[in-house]
């Protein structure tokens, strides 16, 4: 027998403990009930004290952990600027102010406010891309992994299922579950490789076309490189090709840039505009790598393929949202000033951030965190690589400068120590993720701060001191 001590509360007085009742009035009684629920069956199970106390203490814990948000911000240290897992490009604040707009209320997402009636919405950045790349349409869907589903299905897809010809050296796998074959699989169009892995000439691709041949695909290699023994043809030699057979080429840039990048300092990218003027007919690429958006999948191209795109109904399935239409817009106007860009646009702001100013800030900030980690090792100014990241330009590296922290003690630990660290800086009220490497954890300070100048660059520095410094 329990002694009336040792008996758990009923769910029903502990709720009506003034304790309790304050946690409902703020989160709802549902929530507050299952946590009442779940807390004491652990403490029945594991036999842990029952007073009122400790109770209202654990409960409040429970629905503060339930309740924190699950998708938060974090640092990226990691040194791949468009790094996937981190959410890729950080949009301007042009960008920011716009979606807040649209989503406190209604929007003319798909109205024509002149005509009164039904609108496309793909029509808000329509105009932006025509006169950016030097297209004739454009379309807009989730991001380019569905941008090359929707061509495929609609111009090689269906029924039919028509043959798609592409060189061995560009099946690609970008990430995740996205390998060429298997797009094409879904999309239901054949595949038709030619040539081999290091060199496809243009008589292979003219070898493959039979009747039962849709399109020709290119795909820009971004995310890795094929060097040494070589060949692979230009747009423009195929361009010539699918005119003579009256097929259309179709090119997945990946990143895509839409300005001169050469220009900035930074590796150069093939422009959607130069693709187009090659010959392409359609061109495809992602809003959240080089350009700087939000994820998109941006289709350019002939107006007679786009308007077969925009009929398919998958393009129902793969459309973007207003949000992500709203960024997009504030992003491309951007563009329209391109003198001013790398300091609006906070991707080209970070890519091409000074070495100097990297630095300085290094030697800032090593001073803070040799404290914060005191005797339990070492923590250094040190130069690295910065990486683009998403599969852009992958073997170009920027010079950069980190944070590398070492842990002290026998090597044969370190790797715990390690783990430990990172733990740590997972665990701080905004996250911080670094880089292992070399028995060490890198801080690459290119991301931290660079965004905005003056004061919002000193508020984001102070902020990381904040972290490193309060108890
Ligand atoms: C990144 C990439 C994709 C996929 O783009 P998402 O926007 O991530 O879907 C497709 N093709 C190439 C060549 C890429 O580099």
Known sequence: MLSPAQR????????????I???????????????????????????????????????AARLRQLLAPSLRPVLNLSGTVLHTNLGRAVLPAEAIARLQQVARGGCNLEFDLDQGGRGDRDDHVQAWLRRLSGAEAAAVVNNNAAALLLILASLAGGRQR?????????????????????????????????????RTHLADYAEAITPNTALLLKVHTSNYRIEGFTASVAESAL??????????????????????????????????????????????????????????????????????????????????????LAALEAVLALYADPERLPQRLPTLRLLTRPLAEIDALARRLQPTLAAWWGDAGRVDVVACDSQIGSGAMPTELLPSAALRLTPAGPARHAGRA??????????????????????????????????????????????????????
């Open 418 to 471: 390690l783990a430990a660290l990172a733990r740590r800086l997972r665990a701080l009220p905004l996250p911080l993720v670094g880089r292992t490497a070399e028995g060490a954890l890198w801080l690459d300070l290119r991301c931290l701060a660079a965004v905005g100048d003056g004061p919002a660059q000193a508020a984001d520095e102070a902020a990381f001191v904040a972290l490193f410094t309060q108890p």
């Open 239 to 324: 361009a010539g090709l699918c005119r003579a057979h009256g097929l259309p080429l179709v090119v997945d840039l990946g990143s895509g840039a839409l300005i001169d990048l050469a220009g900035l300092g930074l590796p150069a990218e093939p422009t959607v505009a130069a693709t187009l003027a090659s010959g392409a007919d359609l061109v495809c690429f992602s809003g959240d790598k080089l350009l700087g958006g939000p994820q998109a999948g941006l289709i350019v191209g002939r107006a007679e393929l786009v308007a077969r795109l925009q009929k398919n109904p998958l393009k129902r399935a793969l459309r973007c949202d207003k949000l992500s």
């Open 8 to 19: 758990p509360p009923a769910v029903d007085k502990v709720l009506a403990w003034a304790e």
């Open 21 to 59: 009742a304050a946690l409902v009035a703020d989160h709802g009684r549902p929530l507050v009930l299952a946590a009442v629920r779940d807390e004491l069956a652990a403490r029945r199970s594991n036999g842990a004290a029952l007073d009122r106390a400790s109770l209202a203490a654990a409960l």
């Open 162 to 198: 028509r043959e798609v010809i592409v060189s061995r050296g560009e099946l690609v796998e970008i990430g995740g579950a996205f390998r060429l074959p298997e797009i094409m699989a879904q999309a239901g169009c054949r595949l038709r490789e030619v040539g081999t892995t290091n």
